[in-house]
């Protein structure tokens, strides 16, 4: 994700907000299970096989398998039928995955303060902020401001 969408994610975790309900607590995700969670955002959906196909330094076929059971347990997926094939689709929406996952990241790592998050990101960014994109950045500040957050 380029950085000034994560700059404006931790300025305005609203802009994301998918719906009114409170997001659903679900059971932490092992460092496995966590990467293919990664690989069903990314691709949309997935089966077994392309996730085998993507995930590094790849388990077994059935390994992978079991993890998406579990991860449907937990409830972080669901599946559907194409043909013989089950066909695993996020449970959360990639937004509200999003907000939570850098909710948590900020809180985690930097005590909370979304400036501390914001200057990290902007550090450590691979490219330069357009004009376009700084002046989004400051339209959220300067709304962040009036709101009193």
Aim: charged share 30%; net charge positive; glycine share 4%.
């Amino acid at each position: 994700m380029h950085s000034a969408k994560l700059l404006a994610c931790v300025l305005d975790p609203d802009s994301l907000r998918h719906s009114l309900m409170p997001e659903p607590k679900q059971p932490p995700l092992s460092r496995r299970e966590r990467q293919i969670m990664e690989i069903v955002y990314r691709l949309g959906s997935a089966t077994a096989a392309e996730v085998l196909e993507t995930i590094p330094d790849p388990p077994s076929y059935s390994a992978v398998r079991a993890m998406l059971r579990i991860l449907e347990e937990k409830g972080h997926v669901t599946h559907r039928h194409d043909g013989p094939r089950y066909v695993y689709s996020p449970v959360v929406p990639r937004t509200a995955a999003r907000q939570s996952a850098l909710r948590s990241l900020v809180k985690t790592f930097f005590d909370g303060s979304a400036t501390q998050a914001v200057a990290a990101l902007l550090d450590m960014s691979e490219s330069r902020l357009s004009g376009d994109e700084a002046d989004q950045l400051a339209r959220l500040i300067e709304k962040a401001k009036r709101e009193g957050k």
